[in-house]
């Protein structure tokens, strides 16, 4: 080839390097979350038990993940929901549109630990009695994790203030469609119909727990 030409094919980079860039992608996203949660309420990791000192997976889990929240935003879900609970949802004449049962949503990962109550569910063959299991702990398989239980029981043989209980009518209502202009013009319209502001978030159109509450 003479010195000057230029060679008409460049073969593609190795399949490595794409897979590597990838996994520092990963990496640093999960860096930031964890970073995000770490010292929040949400953070229930423990700093006298080796085992227990992973952040995120009190909510969410690398392998064998929960796969029975079909129709639900459950990224890599460390915990069982029992999705037969009924809900009393806040209701009003005056609504423009009524809310909805979570346990269809996104809302019902929330409720999950906030709504007071133990779930029990099946995952995998396995039973968990009990909302403080995780599906896989520190170490996989593991269903029980020492937990910072300070960060939930702040008040120990009371009415803890994280429970929301069953009852939610006197709650903001959830799962509730965002009005449309020509519903109502007392609603600013979102940018982006399903998926709301950058800062307040719509799912599928509809307010939600972490419309307002942001665990990262």
Known sequence: MPINSVPTHIPPAPRRTTTCLILAMGL???GLFAGSVRGSKHDLSTNYDPVSQQVCMYCHTAHNANTTL?????????RVI????TFTVYSSPTLV???GNPNGSISVLCLGC???TLSSAVAYGISFDDKHEVINGAHLGQKEEWANCD???QN????ERWWVGQDLSTMHPI???????DQSAMFNPPPDRNKGWSDVKLFGGKVECPTCHAVH
């Open 28 to 30: 640093l996203a999960t």
């Open 70 to 78: 079909t129709g639900i935003n459950a990224p890599l879900w460390n």
């Open 82 to 85: 029992d999705r037969t609970k």
């Open 97 to 99: 549109n009524q809310a």
């Open 114 to 116: 906030h709504d007071g």
């Open 151 to 153: 960060r939930c029981h």
């Open 156 to 159: 120990i043989g009371g009415q």
């Open 175 to 181: 799962r509730i469609a965002y009005p449309t202009a």
